[in-house]
């Protein structure tokens, strides 16, 4: 797509200058000051429009008639609804609480320009574009070049580069943009004087932004305490249902609230869909995780892991990682995966029960090991995932005191770490790889070999360990997958039905497990993930003081998230604890809120959600078409075992009842 100036806007503009491509999200600017920076690039964009003038003391209406920029028309009516006349500072200070929408609607249609690209997690980088019909440079670039013409030059700017120099300069950011002398910085004074819009404009962000007090006007609401005999006797606290759980205290309570356990520090929790937009939009810039997640990475000797980074190193890494957890990844390997299922599949026998858990981890490790590492890892894999698990509820959750985790047994245990990344090097040699499809140990090796700083070898033992633990997250997501499944026979008949359609005349590739060819299989996936969430909560530290719903949260506060609480709130899914595939199809679209986070929230979302919807759909597919499942016994009841994260309790057994197609033999 070709885009030239004349079709990007002042707020679109303003996004590109601010953008910081090494972090994935704009230059550090404070909420407040970014959210009125962009109202006061509406209002500069409506009066190049001539449809409102402004000076120092007004802001007139000159013509009411639409721009046909969905942007900016809403903010035309209030202002032309407006029964008396204010000025430039009164509607920045009225319109900053709409900011939000404002910057999401600018980086959506930037995205749909194909001039940004959106990431998993709300980051956000340039992408190459044909610009101005003449050189393949990003619209960043060309914004940069001509802006800074005029700051180390005596061109004059013409009043549209004016408004950005402007508005640019009240987020104090510059320094960041471009590396500036004495001389540069007397020119972007002078600029910032010369135009009437932008000193006015720029004039009013600066005294709203100068009024601490708008910010901090309702900091006195004290987080409220819940009562340990209430929590104790929740209902869903017996089940283990821990989403349903706070899902009720935070009815009772609100969206804020701590627990208070014996001879521990006060627990601040979040709980609702609008504690989930906080996070998502404003976590970046107040928590984070490297505090939290220290004890625990320095198990495996690591330090500065993928889920401890913030800020830069953390997007570089991700960026740098992204490929190997994409679904185009997992796409071009379809051919590994059913050999494995299959496999695992072969092994069934009619009338016989499995216990749920050990079936599936077991099913869904073979898959992974083969994938990432191209390793077999079954003899090894229950003893990694016990010392993972036990070092979680050790170092995450404190749960159990430390000495726990150096047991003789836990000793043991450790030491499979070890033999796990032996394997992993022994057949990552160069002779053992010739010819073979790249997979996860490549790119962390590579990136090691190429980024020592960035991946040393001391965290080479997390990372590629992690990638087979995965197996507990995902092997836990399709145990619910099959109950849920098996469950409901009804449901069970439309999945079987989109199996037989893929596989009916043989392997589908992966393009062909469109939107289209597994609708109900992905409502249905969706729906497990929704009432199952296998991580229901996350932990981050605040680092910069905040405002939660009312509620400051101070410097050092541990933050437990409780994300998908939503999940179970009648706001944001009426009648919550009903399993109904049809909440995502139109009009309902239950899960366009900030209320569905099975994959967590902000910088730290799961960087494999893509591909895992893939692999269980595959897996879910592939037993619907060639079994029939029970739960065993027939009447169990679903109950949870939370620690350290979701799963099905041990009891839970599946019961083969009948197979339906021959598997090929191996």
Request: aromatic share 8%; charged share 25%; net charge negative.
């Amino acid at each position: 797509m070709t885009v030239t100036a004349a079709q990007l806007s002042l707020p679109e503009e303003l996004v590109l200058m601010l953008l910081n491509e090494e972090t994935g999200y704009f230059h550090q600017v404070q909420g407040w000051e970014l959210n009125c920076a962009f109202v006061g690039a509406v209002l500069a964009e409506l009066s190049l429009l001539e449809r409102i003038d402004t000076d120092m003391d007004s802001l007139l209406v000159v013509d009411r008639t639409e721009t046909g920029n969905p942007i900016l028309d809403p903010i035309l009516t209030q202002i032309a609804d407006e029964p008396e006349q204010r000025n430039a500072q009164f509607w920045i200070e009225r319109l900053a609480g709409q900011a939000e929408s404002v910057i999401d609607s600018t980086l959506d249609h930037l995205v749909h320009l194909k001039i940004l690209r959106h990431h998993d997690g709300d980051f956000w980088t340039l992408a190459p574009v044909q610009y101005d019909g003449s050189t393949e440079e990003t619209p960043h670039e060309f914004i940069k070049a001509r802006i800074s013409k005029f700051i180390y030059s005596s061109v004059i700017p013409d009043p549209r580069d004016m408004i950005i120099i402007c508005l640019v300069n009240t987020c104090d950011v510059w320094r960041f943009i471009f590396e500036l002398d004495d001389e540069a910085e007397e020119r972007i004074k002078f600029i910032c004087k010369m135009d009437l819009i932008g000193r006015s404009i720029a004039a009013a962000v600066e005294h709203t932004v100068a009024s601490p007090l708008l910010r901090r006007s309702s900091l006195n609401k004290q987080i409220p305490t819940v009562s340990l005999g209430r929590l104790l006797l929740n209902p869903h606290l017996r089940k283990g249902n821990i989403p349903a759980v706070f899902a009720d205290l935070a009815k009772q309570y609100g969206p804020v609230f701590q627990i208070c356990p014996p001879f521990k520090r006060p627990m601040i929790f979040l709980a609702s869909s609008q504690t989930n937009h906080w996070v998502q939009r404003h976590g970046r810039l107040h928590l984070r995780a490297s505090d939290y997640f220290s004890g625990f990475e320095k198990i495996y000797g690591a330090h500065g892991v993928l889920p401890s980074l913030d800020g830069g190193d953390h997007f570089r890494l991700r960026k740098a990682m992204s490929p190997a957890f994409s679904r185009d990844r997992l796409e071009g390997q379809m051919d590994q995966v059913y050999h494995q299922v299959r496999k695992n599949l072969s092994s069934w026998k009619v009338e016989d029960s499995y216990s749920a858990r050990r079936l599936c981890r077991l099913m869904v490790n073979a898959q992974l090991s083969s994938l990432f590492l191209g390793v077999d890892s079954q003899d090894i894999i229950d003893d990694l995932i016990a010392f993972k698990e036990r070092a979680l509820i050790t170092h995450i959750m404190e749960a159990l005191p430390k000495f726990m985790l150096n047991t003789p047994g836990m000793k043991r245990r450790s030491k499979v770490v070890d033999t796990l990344l032996q394997r992993v090097q022994s057949s990552h040699t160069p002779a053992q790889r010739a010819g073979c499809p790249r997979d996860l140990a490549d790119d962390w090796l590579s990136l090691h070999a190429s980024d020592p700083q960035l991946v040393p070898e001391a965290n080479l033992r997390f990372a590629l360990s992690a990638a087979l633990v995965a197996s507990v997250y995902l092997g836990d997501a399709l145990n619910f997958a099959i109950y849920a499944m098996a469950s409901q026979p009804s449901l069970y008949e439309k999945l079987r039905s989109e199996a037989d359609a893929l596989f009916d005349n043989g392997d589908p590739l992966g393009a062909d497990f469109t939107p289209e060819a597994i609708d109900v299989t992905h409502r249905f996936l969706m729906e497990c993930l929704r009432l199952y969430p296998i991580v229901p909560m996350s932990m981050r530290d605040v680092m910069n003081t905040c405002v939660v719903e009312g509620h400051e949260l101070p410097v050092g506060s541990r933050l437990h998230i409780a994300q998908t609480a939503a999940h179970y709130m009648e706001e944001d899914f009426p009648d919550p604890y009903t399993f109904d595939i049809d909440r995502y199809l139109p009009p309902r679209n239950e899960h366009r809120s900030h209320g569905y986070a099975p994959y967590g929230l902000g910088t730290h979302r799961c960087l494999g959600s893509n591909w895992l919807n893939l692999q269980l759909a595959v897996n879910i597919l592939m037993i619907a078409h060639h079994f029939t499942i029970e739960v065993h016994p027939t009447n169990y009841k679903l109950r949870f075992s939370p620690l350290p994260s979701m799963k099905p309790s041990k009891k839970l057994k599946y019961r083969i009842a009948e197979q339906r197609h021959e598997l090929p033999v191996h």
